[in-house]
Nanobody, 122 residues
Framework: QVQLVESGGGLVQAGGSLRLSCAASGRTFSSYAMGWFRQAPGKERECVAAISWSGHNYADSVKGRFTISRDNAKNTVYLQMNSLKPEDTAGYYC?????????????????WGQGTQVAVSS
């Protein structure tokens, strides 16, 4: 079992930055692929970034603005969000799945955090 706890959400003005953190339990964190997803009201959950030991992937809508990284010594994955836009407003969720494939589908992930809310004002 892997438990995930997100933090770092909040309210920010357009153009601002936030850094989300996701702390994971477990002794094999480095072997897991990690993803950051978001879900806005009335919309489907989408992957904004994912990372594993084999690489990383970003949604087109966040390329050049968001950066995913991980610190395996701290069992933590981060999402640095710069140049935020009102359309980035959503609940942000951390997810984990065993293996090195950089998955972006929600169904590929086995473990999910409770989420943290990000609101970007115009």
């Amino acid at each position: 079992q892997v438990q995930l706890v997100e933090s770092g959400g909040g309210l920010v003005q357009a153009g601002g930055s936030l850094r989300l953190s996701c702390a994971a339990s477990g002794r094999t964190f480095s072997s897991y692929a990690m993803g950051w997803f978001r879900q806005a009201p009335g919309k489907e959950r989408e992957c904004v970034a994912a990372i594993s030991w084999s690489g990383h992937n970003y949604a087109d809508s966040v390329k050049g603005r968001f950066t995913i990284s991980r610190d395996n010594a701290k069992n933590t994955v981060y999402l640095q969000m710069n140049s935020l836009k009102p359309e980035d407003t959503a609940g942000y969720y951390c997810a984990a799945t065993p293996g090195g494939y950089v998955a972006t589908a929600t169904g590929a992930y086995d473990y999910w955090g409770q989420g943290t809310q990000v609101a970007v004002s115009s």
